[in-house]
């Protein structure tokens, strides 16, 4: 069984920056996107931004010119958050498709002063 292991979160103020980062333990074959969501205290789950195997990236209305996902190989991807707000306070996940779907455990992210 793959797990997938997310880092990078914390405490930040608004306007500062984190990179999270998820890792699987092994090698993933047949990937046909990787993603990264969040859930704020009493929402739904949704999603941040995506990265389809051939590299394209679609992002949330709420974070696109702020947030950036990237891969460098199959196995880790990476979201970089600039000018955070409140608003961006949430558990984050990512999730990579495959033929399975596979969660990571979620890093807790926090915007506040």
């Known amino acids: 069984q793959v797990q997938l292991v997310e880092s990078g979160g914390g405490l930040v103020q608004p306007g500062g920056s984190l990179r999270l980062s998820c890792s699987a333990s092994r090698r993933i074959f047949n990937i046909h996107n990787m993603g990264w969501f969040r859930q704020a205290p009493g929402k739904q789950r949704e999603l941040v931004a995506i990265?389809?195997?051939?590299?394209?990236t679609n992002y949330a209305e709420a974070v696109k010119g702020r947030f950036t996902i990237s891969r460098d190989n199959e196995n880790t991807m990476y979201l970089q958050m600039r000018s955070l707000k409140p608003e961006d306070t949430a558990v984050y996940y990512c999730?990579?498709?495959?033929?399975?779907?596979?969660w990571g455990q979620g890093t807790q992210v926090t915007v506040s002063s």
């Open positions: 999730r990579i498709s495959a033929t399975i779907d596979t």
């Open positions: 990265i389809t195997n051939d590299g394209r």
